[in-house]
């Protein structure tokens, strides 16, 4: 089926999922359904809960790709924005499998400098406020 083949990667045992939802939604730019599947997250988990924004992908070519990484990479800066925000607040320190992070990735994707400024602005505090609270800087 279209979910399948879109989700699926060659030679990824079979047509295994290498995406989740959230991770197509943010990758086709789909803000609608990005919030929707935050609600959702929400109204399970916890209202400061969201818990599936920094899931990681774990198919071939997609390891340790989280949502931004695919907003990110498809030029999405309106989804990275809403990811980035207060709402959500993904965890811009991950590192793939390629050892990029999502504000390495942002200069050569993104389309509007004021998201890089607020990705490396965010990204800047998450490492403030780990070093203040005395966690590894890189997970």
């Known amino acids: 089926d279209a979910m399948a083949t ?9 047509g295994r999922p290498t995406k989740n939802a959230f991770h197509m939604a943010a990758w086709r730019g789909d803000l ?7 609600e959702a997250c929400r109204r399970l988990m916890g ?7 920094d899931v990681v992908s774990r ?12 907003a990110i990479t498809r030029g999405r ?4 924005r809403y990811l980035i925000g207060k709402e959500v607040n993904v965890n ?10 999502p504000c390495s ?11 890089c400024l607020l990705l490396y602005d965010t990204e ?5 406020e780990r070093l203040r609270s005395g966690v590894c800087v890189l997970p």
């Open 47 to 53: 209202p400061d809960d969201v818990p599936i924004a």
């Open 77 to 80: 800066d309106e989804v990275v």
């Open 6 to 14: 879109a989700t699926s990667e060659k030679g990824s045992g079979g």
């Open 92 to 101: 811009l320190l991950i590192v793939n499998n390629k050892g990029q992070t």
């Open 124 to 128: 800047k505090r998450q490492i403030e």
């Open 105 to 115: 990735l942002a200069p050569a994707n993104l389309l509007e400098e004021d998201t």
């Open 59 to 70: 198919g071939i070519g997609n390891y340790g790709k989280s949502a931004v990484f695919y």
């Open 32 to 38: 609608a359904s990005v919030r929707i599947l935050v």
